[in-house]
């Protein structure tokens, strides 16, 4: 049996634990030529079983660095990854991020991390129009308390050497006196028919984690069964019959007792009937049925047999009977007005009515108005939530924004789509993440949406978005460290 296959079979009945990444970084024999003798090192955690192994970590000598092995170098643990990029450049510039917010507020501890990819540096905080720098050092990371809001990069340098690394992209702090708000969404439909449907669940969703919420009708507090899923998110549970006039719901969250209370998230309308009322007559102004061009403005009037009502106009999908507009009238009518409609704003609609007083009695929904028009969707907008270069080894995202809602988002890379869809969209906007980026990410990005109703559409590309990845070279170059024995690693 050869010696690989042995090593195959010995590896094989090997217990493995994958969840941590490895760590991979540069250990340079001479801080005052750091690129003379260079040596990677590879670094296991929290292996389960780890018998057969010498140690937890192992050395690569790469020697001097020269345009012959300048490139990027990958470690792999089984399916755990890490990258590091080497170059010939004096210092590589080194990664700034911030958690868990780019925003200090009373009460709220936010850090920046700056990460470079040699150890034992010492390194430097700066912010913008302040001359003082702050240091650190901790192996290949620091990590810094903010005080200030302002716009700050990092750099770092030897310990033998007083010239610093070029600093990193920068990134912005904000300061609030009030945290900003939540999102609160509903899980299901924003209309329903009782006692078809009895209940709701709404969704409120700080950008923290860890922190008390409040669900709110106006100014009333409600008290209304809830559960957390997750650190930053949680689930109130509505019955509607118990909800009196169905005035809008918003939500808010703080850190702690002694702390303020965040603004209100945007109110979320929820409209449910018992249809006991007779149903309202609803009309499409200038007229049903045409086709309206894009960006034009469709009116609908929405006429009940009695005055003093709560009016609703809704948007007829395949799966569920949505909100878009609602109104009190002293009369016995409503209009409502789409602005700026587009191929996206085809469907069919209908409007209901409630009673404003016990025992909040509703209609049934009038017959359905068809709205078509010419032309294609508006365009979503792609953002990228990063600045500058990214270094190999990082996770991006990406956030694409529609003006509508319940749509199929994709992201494509040079025209072509990239194995990543977002199904459905409660809200209008998403994120889409590309991890561990490599050379092989870098490009331009753009994104578009899709629907199938009323009718099959593709809207229009979005805004390119360029992703820049450091470590960028002419050749592929892969280093594997399997943590068995060193024969088995090769560029």
């Not at 009322?277 to 309206?292: K, M, R």
């Amino acid at each position: 049996m050869s010696l690989m296959a042995a090593l195959l079979l010995l590896w094989g009945e090997t217990s493995w634990d994958t969840t941590s990444q490895p760590i991979l970084w540069a250990d340079s024999e001479s801080l005052l030529e750091p690129w003379a003798h260079l040596t990677l090192t590879c670094e296991a955690h929290e292996l389960a079983h780890v018998d057969i192994l010498p140690s937890m970590s192992y050395h690569f000598p790469l020697g001097a660095i020269t345009s012959d092995n300048r490139d990027l170098y990958q470690v792999r643990l089984k399916h755990s990854l890490a990258l590091l990029s080497l170059s010939t450049e004096p210092l590589p510039r080194p990664w700034l991020s911030v958690e868990p917010v780019s925003w200090i507020t009373p009460g709220l501890r936010t850090f920046l991390m700056c990460e470079a990819e040699l150890q034992n540096v010492a390194f430097l905080l700066r912010r913008e129009g302040d001359d003082t720098e702050v240091k650190a050092g901790n192996k290949e990371q620091a990590i810094f308390l903010v005080h200030q809001p302002g716009t700050y990069s990092c750099s770092y340098q030897t310990r033998t050497s007083d010239v610093p690394s070029a600093p990193s992209d920068t990134v912005t702090i904000e300061e609030y006196v009030i945290p900003p708000p939540p999102v609160l969404t509903s899980s299901g439909s924003s209309t329903g028919i009782l006692p078809k449907v009895a209940h709701r669940t709404l969704v409120c969703e700080a950008p923290l984690m860890d922190v008390e919420f409040q669900l709110r009708q106006g100014e009333q507090e409600l008290n209304l069964p809830s559960i957390s899923t997750s650190p930053e998110q949680i689930k109130f549970y509505l019955k509607l019959s118990d909800l009196g006039d169905q005035s809008p719901f918003t939500c808010r969250y703080r850190l702690h007792s002694d702390t303020a209370w965040s603004n209100d998230s945007e109110p979320v309308e929820l409209m449910w009937s018992d249809e006991t009322l007779p149903p309202p007559v609803l009309t499409a102004e200038p007229s049903n049925q045409i086709d309206f061009e894009p960006d034009s403005m469709v009116q609908f009037r929405c006429v009940a047999p009695k005055a003093g009502l709560r009016f609703g106009l809704h948007r007829e999908d395949p799966d569920e009977r949505s909100l878009l507009q609602s109104m009190r009238s002293a009369g016995n009518e409503a209009i409502f007005q789409l602005h700026n409609v587009s191929a996206s704003d085809a469907a069919s609609y209908s409007c209901s009515y409630m009673e404003l007083a016990p025992p909040f009695s509703g209609s049934a929904p009038s017959k359905f108005v068809t709205l078509t028009l010419n032309g294609p969707p508006p365009p979503p907008k792609l953002q990228a939530l990063w600045t500058g270069k990214v270094p190999a080894g990082h996770d991006v995202v990406l956030r694409c924004q529609s003006k509508v809602p319940g749509v199929t988002m994709e992201l494509l890379r040079g025209g072509k789509l990239v194995p990543y869809k977002i199904l459905r969209m409660a809200s209008t906007w998403s994120d889409l993440g590309l991890s561990y980026v490599g050379p092989q990410h870098s490009g331009n990005y753009t994104c578009r949406y899709t629907s199938w109703w009323p009718e099959h559409f593709h809207s229009a590309l979005s805004n390119p978005v360029e992703l820049l990845v450091e470590g960028t070279a002419s050749r592929a170059v892969v280093g594997f460290c399997l943590f068995i024995f060193a024969g088995l690693c090769t560029r």
